[in-house]
């Protein structure tokens, strides 16, 4: 079976750091690039990050350049969002995907094939 856990969410309080995981079973992730989305309540979901099968490419939305890293460890089939300086704006269930074109590097939430259940982060004093 196919799936996709997040951990790592939680409170935070501006500018800080977290550091989110997602593990992969079933999935070898040398086939699969991956991606990380948010949703805020009440907004649409958001492409953050994504990165190629490879670790090649990697890709960030404007609003998270600078500040977030995605990186995969394929041997422990996990993907990892680090998230610096976080700002409230941050707040949103994030939610890992898995995207068949391994070579690709996608933001785009209609190319996704798998989806995990997501993991709350918020960002407030």
């Known amino acids: 079976q196919l799936q996709l856990v997040e951990s790592g969410g939680g409170l935070v309080l501006p500018g800080g750091s977290l550091r989110l995981s997602c593990a992969a079973s079933?999935?070898?992730?040398?086939?699969?690039?991956m991606a990380w989305f948010r949703q805020a309540p009440g907004k649409e979901r958001e492409g953050v990050a994504c990165?190629?099968?490879?670790?090649?490419?990697?890709n960030y939305a404007d609003t998270v350049k600078g500040r977030f890293t995605i990186s995969t460890d394929n041997a422990k089939s996990t993907v990892h969002l680090q998230m610096n300086n976080l700002l409230p704006e941050d707040t949103a269930v994030y939610y890992c995907?898995?995207?068949?074109?391994?070579?690709?590097?996608?933001?785009?939430?209609?190319?996704?094939?798998?989806w995990g259940k997501g993991t709350l982060v918020t960002v407030s004093s």
């Open positions: 995907a898995a995207d068949s074109l391994p070579g690709w590097c996608r933001i785009d939430y209609t190319a996704m094939d798998y």
């Open positions: 990165i190629s099968s490879s670790g090649g490419r990697r």
């Open positions: 079933g999935f070898d992730l040398d086939y699969f690039a």
